[in-house]
Each structure stands twice: as C-alpha cells, then as structure tokens.
C-alpha cells in the first residue's frame, strides 16, 4: 500500500471539486469496504481519497407517494431492514439482506455499493495486469473463469458484482449523479456500461461526478417483486447468479413485468424478451421452464461456466413461479 | 432447517469417572482470548523492532538467474535484505529442501515461493523495498497436479530427483520420489473368490488447513550469539531444531518463544519466516518482525495434497471382503514429502483383510510443499476407500454399518502395513451409530439421501516434559512445552489435579519456552493430551510422593503409612494426624525446602481412534446446492478428560471435512497461480452453511494410557467427505468421484445421469 491523501468532503460541491482536480488520481470513499481492499491489495494505487461520508442529506430514506429516494450513504443494513422497503420494495430488501455478512452490510452503503469495482480474481490480484487495469489481454478468456460472464461480454469477462444493482434495475429505478455544477440523472439501465463502451469504469460517471441518491418510482398495487441469489455458501458469497423480478399482475394477467439478471453479464442484464413473453399471460398459463430457457437462449458460456446457464434458467423460473402463486 | 430432538445430543458413552477428569471446566486462556487481550504472533512488540516483507515468486516453475536487490537496499529506511545465499550452504536431501523452502536457491518451484526478504523502518517501506528488488527468472513450464506430474513427459521439478521405486533408486530424473507397497496375503486369489468386485478412481484437490491467524514470527540475533524467536507455532522445539538445521548453528543457540496461537490444524509445524526474520535480525542486529497475508498463507505455507486413488474390493455375498487393493498417489507440493505414507496406513484400517495391498506414491509438482493438515492423508484415502466400501455393501445387499461390522478390525488383527491392533474401540463405535436415533430416523422429502463412513488414526507418542512447583497457598504452578491448539492447557492440567486430588482451579498451566523446559515434540498427531497429559500424571506423581515423604517427616512416621485423599494427608494408622493439601504446601518452606515435580516421557502406548458419520443431505438438482440437513459424529476417545474439548474436535473435524467436501480447494490456472487467494474465493463453510453436529462419545480406554486416553484431534476430519458422498449418492442416485462436491459439480453429475 502506498501513501495516500484522505480529504473529508463536508458539501456536495467540496467533494465534487477536490476529485475533479486530483483526477484520474483520485477516489471517493464511502463506507470503504471494497475500496480499501484494492488499496491494501495493491490492485489500485490512489493520491487522494475523498470521503462522502460526512455529506448531509445522503442518509436518509424518504418514502412518500410518488415512491422512494434512498441516499447514496444508506447503509446496505438499513435497506434490508427498512420497513417501508421491505413492504413496498422486497426485491431490493432481499439484495440488501443478501449481500456479503451484517459487518460488511453495516458498514457498506447503497452508493459504494453500486459502484464497486469487479471481483473478478484476475483483476483483484496486482500480478495480472488485464484489459480491465489497462493491460493487454483477458486472463479469463480460456481458464479461470468459472465465476465468469455468460451473457452480454465481449473481450472481459467480468459479472457486476452488485446485487442491490439488480433489485433496483427490476424496479425501474433512476439513479442521481451530483457533480459541481448540479445533478444529472438517469434510468439505472442507462448509469452501467458494458467493458465494450468503457473498458476502465463499469459506469457513466465523469471525474468529480459521485452517486448521490437513487429513486423508485411507486408500484402500482398489483405489483409483487422478489430477488433469488444463487451462492456457494450461506454467507459472505457473490452471486453465482441471482435474479429478480417485478411482475405487474391485475385479473390474473400479467400486465407488466421486468426481469433482471445478476451474476451472469457485465452489467445487470436485462432480459427484454422474458418481459415481452411474460406480459399479457395468464398468471395460470405461465410455462415457468419455458421463460427460464428464454431468459438464457443467447448464454455464451466460458470453458468453465456453462453451469450457470442451467443454473440460471432455473432462478429464473423460481423466481417467476413465486411471484405468480403469491 | 429446525430439527425437533427426540434424543441427547451430546451424549458420552462413559467408562469410569474419576474427580477431575470427566468434567467440564472453564479453559485457563478463555478470558484473555474473549476480551483481546491473547498476544498471538503479530502482536509481539519489541524496542527497536523492524518490519519486515517477503518477496514471492510470480512463477510457479522458474530458474532464477540472477536476484538483484541493490535498488531495493538503497530506499531510505532499509535497513537489510537477504537472499537464499545468506543461509550457511550445503548438505544434502531434506535439509536443503526446507533450506530452499523457506528461500529459494537455484529455481522457484512454485507461485508464492519465498525469493528475498526485507527488513525496514515500517511495512510500507519494507513492501516498497521488496517491490524494488529485480529477479532475473528462466521460465518453465509448471505441471501442477499429481496425474499429469507422474507421466514420462512431465516438467522436472528437481535432476537429482529419483525415484525409490520399493527401495531400489532408479537412474532417471523423475517427479516420483518414491513408490512403496504393503502388502498382506494375495490380493489376486482374494479377488477370485470375490462375487462381487468394485474399482474406482478418485480425485482430490489440494485444500488449506485455513487457520485464521497468519504465520508471524519475530526473532532477535542478539550480540551474545543466542537466537531469539517469538512466533506462532505448533512446535517450539521443533521450530527450534529447523532453525538451527537450516541456519547451522546448535540447538542451545536458540529460544523459541510460543505465542498464542491463532490455529493451526497441522499447518504450523514446519518453520517458514522464522529462519528468514533471524537472517534479517543478525543482519541488522536489531528485532525484526514478519507477518504473512491470507495471500502468503495460501499461496506460501504447506496446504494438503491434491491427490488420486483407485481403489478395488471384492467381497462374497455373504459379506466377507475377500481381498482390497488400493492405488494412492499423493502430491507432495515443490519438495518430496506428501502424506501419503499415513493415508496407506489409513486406508484399510478399518477392515480385518486376509488379502491386501495398498500401493503408495509420493509425487512432487508445482505448488507450495505439504504439510501436516489433521490427520495428513487419511481423508484423501478415506474419500476413495470408504465411498467403495459403500458401493460393495450396496451390490451385496448389505447395511453399510453391518457389512463394516462383519469386516471390523479389532484387537488382534494385523494391519495391511505390520502392526496388530491392540484393544481399539471401533466395533463400540459402530454399535452407536447403529442405534443411534439419527441412523434410524426416517428422511422426509425427495433428493435427501442418508451416508456413513468411518476413518481411522493411528496417533503418536513422542517426547514431553512437564514441570509441577507447589505454591505456599495450596496451589500448583505447571509448566509444558505444548503449543494449545485445543484446549490442551485445561486437559493437561486435569491430568495433574486428578493425581493430586485437587479441584482443577488449584492447578495453573502455562506453556513455557524452549529454555524453560525439557523437549517436548508438537502439537500434533493427536499427542498432546495424551503424551504430554502422561507427563503431567508422571510429574504430579513426583510431587504426591514428595508430599506424602514430607508429612511423613513432619508426623514423623513411615511414609506408607501416609495417604492423600481429596486434597488431605492422613496417616492410616493415626486418625489425629491429618492435614490439607494447603497446611502441608505452607509448611514447606519451614520443613525442608519447596517442593517440585519434574518428567519427561516418551511414552509406547499409543491408542489408535476410530471415528464414524452419519449425515444427512438433500441435494437441490437443478442447483447442485448441497444441503448438510443433519450430522453426527462418533468417536471412540478412549477416555475423554475435558468432553466439551472432545466434542469440539468432533465438531471441527466435521466442520472441515464439510468444507472439503462441498466447497474448498486451490483452483490453479494453466500457469500454476491459485486463482481463489482469499477467503472470500477460497470457500470455507460458515456458521449458517452447518447444522448442530451431534456427537457421541464412545470410551473404549486406551491400556497405554493412565487415564485411557487415545488421541481425538485428527480422526473426525476422515470420515466426513466419503460419508457426504455416500448420502449424496443415495439423494441423487450418482455417485461422485471427485472433490469438491460444489453446486456446479453436483449439476453436472444430475444432467449426465
Ligand atoms: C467480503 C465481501 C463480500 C461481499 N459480498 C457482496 C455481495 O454478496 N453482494 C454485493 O452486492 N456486494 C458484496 N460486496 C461488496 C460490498 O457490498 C461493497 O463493498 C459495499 O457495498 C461498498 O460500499 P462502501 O460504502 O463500503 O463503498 P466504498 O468501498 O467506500 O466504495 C466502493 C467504490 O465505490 C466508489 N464510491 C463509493 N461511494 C460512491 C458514490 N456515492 N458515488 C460514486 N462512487 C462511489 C468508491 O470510489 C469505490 O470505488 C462484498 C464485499 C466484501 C468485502
Ligand atoms: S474478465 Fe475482465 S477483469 Fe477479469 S481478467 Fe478478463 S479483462 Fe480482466
């Protein structure tokens, strides 16, 4: 670990300007949970890093009747535990409670979170200098790459490790981004990008810019929603691959439905076609198997991955076979 | 999934009680540990203390050229570097192994091997420094697994390497170090008479004992000449004779200090930053300190092998194994060494054969070198031979517990490898799991299958001493040479009480240095309650008759006439004369002098354990999510002094062996790097992926042992994976036949049904 700088950011402007002047070399730093582990494990060498954690205003949760605005310094522990969200918004409270262990969720927040970097184990040891830090090639192109992507990557292989990430995208959420000239916005589907449009980031965000809150617009009543994570262990597991789902149901029909996929594409992976195919469906007529194979058909496993194509057609239909028989 | 308990679940089928032993008291080193205040390894602090960074090889197979550390020794704040040319040089065979080892010489053998090292002002410049250092590397190609390590074309590891092929050297270079047989009756006769004969191959990958402390060590060269290393060990003293094998100088140069210790399991035996921080101490004459990372850990200490097994039996219909043959080749890591000796000492154990052989191969390849892990060897078999056992009993038609029974090994038999049995507990211990309410409780639901297995442990004896001085308040001080990995401080310290008719808490143990006590050998082979518990009955002995001779004097009678019962003396023909255990140690000093006991034994009457499961799964088919729905583990102990510690080597082992077979291994690249260096890749089980796990203690008494102690640490660690893949197996209706049984392994084997 090299030495580095630590500025505690009190305003939005402050924290915006500090790292816009120190780029690329700096970072921000919320709850530090995965940033300092890059740091210690010298994957990434920073000169300065500037904490969000003392901004005002980024702690709250305010529910109301247009639906939900979550500070980006939220903890992943108070989301899972949020009265309101476990009532209104379960997908996201079930990603919440299913991330990593209650230290890590005590201390990890919503923004840090979404804006973890990859886990890919190429890319967290500091001997593989790969595509993803700049380097040459994909060291999990041909081996390794067990815990690797299936769908939607093309030269890195990596999965967004977020599983809050997926939970928001299913229910349509909108990211805030603060930079020193204001806010900007965007559907969370539009905040990620694959390694084919920015190999470096997996977001939008510019220097300077930070998350500042996220919002969830109400569902209408009808609408149920569920997160599944598939994990090697109980606890303190990434996704092998999750999934989660909102579904709209009025009249025994579907009228709306998004399903997301987590653990299995660079980026939370949308399947437009299983929403298309769900929608308009009786929720009886539903054929569970045939949506989870629909939800895989364009999966390119890796040498040591294809597993997770069954795997995922599987979370699939469970998901989508809870949600219609609730 | 909640269980309701019709039954104990903890139960201890007992053989004799005594006062002390039996019982369940608190252990001496508890509230330190649970309030922080234990000093392990990295804590140690000293004036002047410099810290310490390794530098590791990037490359699992490489010449090294040349190492240039001149960069690296002009950073402001280095104050040393050193390379393997700083040890004493030469010799020959296991010494230059460990040597080399601990920093490597002419090739780096594998990703994480110790190249050079630094002493600094802080961590962050020795890290800088080390980063600083330019190692001129030959690359070669790595083979790491023990399969592709044994063929003709394979990678050679070292040209000096021949093969002991059943005791003959051969004239070739070879990765095999050595092929050696057992062998008892005609294996080919006993498998013609066989109606049923089963042939299998197995695999297992390589797994680390994964104890959460770190390796750290700091030692002190001092301008006397005398070496001083605080460390965490399982072995002082063997930690002392290492260093001074690889640094040349004599045993009584050196005092190694053991600091708590953060786990071990067999991992913390053999020496790695000791030897390289005293190098870096006598360079710069000051403490110096190093401390390993997970990374270091996994990468750069001994892990248990990779390994392969093929193993046939035959039986008749009526249940009699006519003849078994087991194939064993165990990865000994960069340097020869594997436990593949033990695993084919293991194998067939359990089993009273007229025909057996078990072939035996020790193969170096491109990882970091073995080491002991609980019971080295043993589960590597066991996987392979008890999954086999299952699959005769299956054909034949027979309960798996009552086909074992009709084979049982007991008191009399010849093992495969020479030795007859003496009394040992395992016919006792399948009786249990036969009648335990677990065996005979039904499953509910599809895909949960039930499996047994059983495993065997030879245990060790080996040097201990213990040192017992009576205090002024009725209290004894004891001293032992014994690492405590296990609660052993608490069982060794019970051993003395019972004999001094003490309560426990009158009893203070303390694990003392190298200088402060006779040799005592590690803390390992499940010898430490035993051996060093011997020692301590041997040295309260020495005290009971000192102060028995001295309230003879004080009365002035015979001391034959003198008793001592429940902490009193007393005179057997004169009821007046009486006095407590405390009167007498206050008298002491008036009467003669202080009183203490002394012993040093290397005791012969190893009792070997035997351990059973019984576990339950329910295995999801399209996830391949293995679920442990319930687990019980019998052993025979032969006499459990502390029964809390039992049940928790118990548990542990079953803990692991879980670990082992549902989820952990190195998962090497192409290139020989372990990709999964954390633990968070690396995948232990935790809390919430284990069920309660029963035990029932079974006391066969041990006739070596005062008390009937055998050793209990290591055998519950065997049993576990062949007991799971048997329970997978009749979940699922496929047997797997290769570690780790993972969701993804688990799938692939319901689709290829
Ligand atoms: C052992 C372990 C297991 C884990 N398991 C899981 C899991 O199962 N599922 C899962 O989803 N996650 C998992 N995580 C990741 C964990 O959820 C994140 O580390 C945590 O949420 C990050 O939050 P933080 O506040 O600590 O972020 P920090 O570590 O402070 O920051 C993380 C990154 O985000 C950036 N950043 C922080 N805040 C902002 C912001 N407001 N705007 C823009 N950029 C920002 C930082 O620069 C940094 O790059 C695991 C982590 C660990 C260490
Ligand atoms: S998958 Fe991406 S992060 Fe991993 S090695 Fe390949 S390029 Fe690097």
Not at chain 1, 137 to 145: H, L, W
Not at chain 1, 164 to 184: H, W
Not at chain 2, 566 to 575: I, Q
Request: hydrophobic content about 40%; some cysteine; overall charge negative.
């Amino acid at each position: 670990m090299k030495p580095f700088k630590f500025e505690q950011a009190t305003t939005a402007v402050q924290a915006s300007q500090t790292h816009a002047d120190a780029a690329p070399n700096a970072r921000f730093i919320s709850g530090g949970t995965d940033i300092l582990g890059e740091i210690k494990e010298s994957v990434l060498e920073v000169n300065i890093l500037v904490s969000l954690a003392g901004l005002s205003g980024a702690s709250e949760i305010i529910s109301s009747d247009l639906g939900l605005e979550i500070g980006a310094l939220v903890t992943l522990a108070r989301i899972a535990s949020d009265q309101s969200i476990v009532e209104t918004y379960p997908a996201l409270a079930q990603a919440a409670e299913s991330v990593a262990t209650p230290q890590i969720r005590n201390v990890g927040t919503l923004g840090g979170n979404l804006c973890q970097r990859p886990r890919c184990w190429y890319y967290r040891s500091p001997l593989f200098d790969c595509l993803k830090k700049g380097g040459e090639t994909c060291f999990a192109s041909d081996e390794g790459n067990k815990y690797h992507a299936i769908l939607g990557a093309e030269n890195c292989h990596i999965v967004h490790p977020s599983d809050v990430a997926v939970a928001l995208l299913a229910l349509d959420a909108t990211v805030v981004v603060s930079n020193a000239s204001g806010d900007r916005q965007m559907p969370i589907g539009d905040f990620f990008v694959s390694p084919d449009v920015n190999m470096l980031a997996e977001n939008v965000l510019e220097p300077g810019e930070f998350v500042s809150k996220v919002k969830i617009p109400k569902p209408s009543s009808g609408t149920r929603s569920v997160y599944l994570k598939a994990k090697e262990r109980q606890a303190y597991d990434f996704a092998l691959s999750s999934v989660a789902v909102s579904l709209e149901v009025r009249d025994e029909t579907i009228t709306q439905a998004h399903v997301v996929l987590g653990g299995v594409a660079p980026v939370p992976y949308s399947v437009p076609q299983v929403d298309s195919e769900l929608t308009g469906q009786k929720i009886r007529e539903v054929d569970v198997q045939a949506i989870g194979q629909l939800a895989v058909k364009d999966a390119q496993p890796l040498s040591d991955n294809s597993y997770k194509v069954r795997l995922t057609a599987s979370m699939v239909a469970r998901a989508v076979s809870r949600l219609i028989s609730e | 999934m909640a269980t309701t308990r019709d039954y104990e679940p903890n139960v201890v089928l007992s053989n004799q009680d005594y006062n002390v032993v039996g019982t369940r008291p608190l252990r001496p080193d508890g509230a330190d540990k649970v309030t922080g205040r234990a000093l392990y390894g990295a804590d140690f602090a000293a004036a002047g203390l410099l810290s310490g960074s390794v530098l590791r090889s990037p490359h699992a197979h490489a010449r090294i050229k040349s190492i240039d550390t001149s960069k690296a020794e002009a950073l402001d704040g280095v104050r040393a570097v050193v390379t393997s040319a700083d040890f004493p040089q030469g010799g020959e065979g296991p010494v230059v192994w460990q040597r080399d080892n601990v920093l490597a010489s002419d090739k780096a053998l594998y990703r994480g091997h110790a190249i050079a090292a630094v002493a600094a002002a802080s961590p962050h410049i020795a890290e800088e420094a080390v980063s600083l250092i330019d190692v001129d590397y030959e690359v070669l190609t790595p083979v790491t697994d023990v399969q592709s390590s044994m063929k003709g074309d394979a990678p050679i590891l070292h040209d000096s390497l021949m093969t002991d092929e059943l005791g003959e050297k051969a004239d070739k270079a070879s990765n095999v170090a050595s092929h050696f047989q057992h062998v008892k009756g005609d294996v080919k006769a006993g498998f013609k008479e066989a109606d049923v004969v089963i042939e299998r191959e197995f695999t297992t990958k390589t797994v680390h004992q994964g104890y959460i402390e770190p390796q750290a060590a700091t030692a002190l060269w001092n301008n006397d000449g005398r070496l001083h290393i605080w460390c965490s060990t399982q072995g002082s003293f063997a930690a002392r004779d290492a260093c001074a094998k690889i640094l040349d100088i004599p045993v009584s140069q050196i005092r190694v200090v053991p600091l708590e210790i953060g786990g071990g399991f067999g991992g913390k035996i053999d020496v790695y930053l000791e030897p390289v921080a005293a190098l870096l101490s006598k360079k710069t004459g000051t403490p110096v300190k190093l401390v390993m990372s997970r990374a270091d850990v996994l990468q750069g200490t001994g892990p248990t092998p990779g390994s392969y097994a093929k193993i046939k039996i035959g039986a008749k219909k009526d249940g009699t194994i006519t003849a078994a043959h087991a194939y064993l080749a165990m990865e000994a890591g960069a340097y020869p060494g594997s436990p593949v000796g033990a695993g084919a000492m293991c194998v067939l154990a359990p089993y009273d054969l007229e025909n057996a052989l078990v072939d035996g191969y020790d193969v170096v390849v491109n990882k970091p070198k073995t080491a002991a892990y609980r019971a080295p060897g043993a589960p590597n078999a066991a996987f392979a031979g008890e999954q086999v056992i299952d699959e005769v009993a299956k054909a034949i038609g027979m309960d798996p517990i009552d086909f074992r029974m009709k084979n049982a090994a007991k008191e009399g038999t010849r093992q495969v490898h020479g030795p007859t049995f003496p009394r040992v507990g395992y016919e006792e211990v399948l009786e249990a799991m036969k009648s335990h309410p677990h065996y005979n409780a039904p499953l509910d639901g599809p895909n949960q299958g039930r499996g047994v297995a059983v495993g065997f442990w030879f245990n060790i004896g080996f040097d201990s001493a213990c040192n017992i001085a009576v205090n002024a308040d009725g209290t004894v001080t004891l001293q032992e040479g014994s690492t405590d990995i296990g609660g052993t401080r608490a069982s060794i310290a019970m051993q003395a009480a019972e004999v001094l008719t003490l309560p426990y808490e009158k009893v203070h143990p303390t694990v003392v240095d190298t200088d402060t006590i006779g040799f005592t050998a590690v803390t390992g082979g499940s010898r430490t309650t035993f051996a060093t518990g011997w020692a301590a009955y041997e040295a309260a002995q020495d005290v009971r008759t000192k102060m028995i001779d001295r309230a003879a004097q004080i009365w002035e009678v015979d001391a034959d006439t003198v008793e001592l019962e429940d902490a009193v003396f007393k005179s057997k023909s004169d009821p007046e004369l009486s006095m407590t255990f405390a009167e007498l140690a206050g008298q002491l000093g008036r009467s003669g002098g202080g009183i203490t006991g002394t012993a040093a034994v290397s005791p012969s009457g190893v009792g070997g354990a035997f351990a059973g499961n019984i576990v339950d799964v329910e295995v999801d088919p399209e996830t391949g999510k293995t679920e442990i729905l319930r687990f019980t583990v019998v052993q025979d102990a032969g006499k459990a002094i502390h029964p809390s510690y039992v049940e928790g080597q118990m548990q542990g082992g079953a803990v692991q062996g879980i670990g082992w077979a549902l989820n952990e291994e190195y998962y090497m690249s192409d290139s020989g790097t372990m990709d999964n260096v954390s633990l968070l890749d690396y995948r232990m089980p935790t809390s919430l992926d284990l069920p309660m796990i029963d035990t029932v203690i079974v006391e066969v008494a041990n006739p070596g042992h005062p008390y009937g102690v055998r050793g209990v640490g290591e055998a519950p660690i065997i049993p576990p994976t062949p007991a799971i893949a048997n329970a997978i197996e009749n979940a699922i209706g496929t047997r797997l036949f290769a570690l780790p049984m993972n969701p993804a392994a688990v799938a692939k084997a319901v689709m290829d049904k």
